[in-house]
T-cell receptor, first 114, second 114 residues
Framework: ETGVTQTPRHLVMGMTNKKSLKCEQH?????MYWYKQSAKKPLELMFV???????ENNSVPSRFSPECPNSSHLFLHLHTLQPEDSALYLC?????????????FGPGTRLTVT | AQSVTQLGSHVSVSEGALVLLRCNYS??????LFWYVQYPNQGLQLLLK??????LVKGINGFEAEFKKSETSFHLTKPSAHMSDAAEYFC????????????FGDGTTLTVKP
């Protein structure tokens, strides 16, 4: 596998379920990101990890819980979600947590909360 | 603080016509500027970026953009549109004072008519 991969690609879950999204990057990057992309809304940065430390948390509800066990893997644990959490969740990575580093995105997980 | 404005949420051109997607930014520090493209059911992919040096930047698929500091603009162009260029395009800005926190525009959907 090359680039940034995300699993699953599609997920349907009830409001009482617990699930996890997985992201893996094969680029040797040191920074990883979670974004939420909703229809008709701007891309929302949720979390940033640099060298496995969380460096950005943009007022995301506690029902979203990130985990970065190493610089290649990033998880987003989901529990008791709301229907408005339905969206495309994108993972990205960059060489460093620096402004000049472009981000490489995975294909996303399409989440539907019923 | 930084922000990005993409003028026109939808742009439609004929195949073979010039593509012009507009992006204006504001930044309190020298900006790094990016254009990304997103095809349906995929993540974002870098088209090109400006960091320093030459203000005319060439990217993939025949796209280019010019950094104009006096106009705070970074418009994306392509001389001749192809059907495969139909996608959503995002302009983004970051800076040394904001580390990895890129601010994305709302996106412009490009339609190419045969």
């Amino acid at each position: 596998e090359t680039g940034v991969t995300q699993t699953p690609r599609h997920l349907v879950m009830g409001m009482t379920n617990k699930k996890s999204l997985k992201c893996e990057q094969h680029l040797g990057h040191n920074a990883m990101y979670w974004y939420k992309q909703s229809a008709k809304k701007p891309l929302e940065l949720m979390f940033v990890y640099s060298l496995e430390e969380r460096v950005e948390n943009n007022s995301v509800p506690s029902r979203f819980s990130p985990e970065c066990p190493n610089s290649s893997h990033l998880f987003l644990h989901l529990h008791t979600l709301q229907p408005e959490d339905s969206a495309l969740y994108l993972c990205a990575s960059s060489l460093a947590w620096e402004g000049a580093s472009e981000q490489y995105f995975g294909p996303g997980t399409r989440l539907t909360v019923t | 603080a930084q922000s990005v404005t993409q003028l026109g949420s939808h742009v439609s051109v004929s195949e073979g016509a010039l593509v012009l997607l507009r992006c204006n930014y504001s930044s309190s520090v020298p900006p790094y500027l990016f254009w990304y493209v997103q095809y349906p059911n995929q993540g974002l992919q870098l088209l090109l970026k400006y960091t320093t040096g030459a203000t005319l930047v060439k990217g993939i698929n025949g796209f280019e953009a010019e950094f104009k500091k006096s106009e705070t603009s970074f418009h994306l162009t392509k001389p001749s549109a192809h059907m495969s260029d139909a996608a959503e395009y995002f302009c983004a800005v970051s800076g040394t004072g904001n580390a990895g926190k890129s601010t994305f525009g709302d996106g412009t959907t490009l339609t190419v008519k045969p």
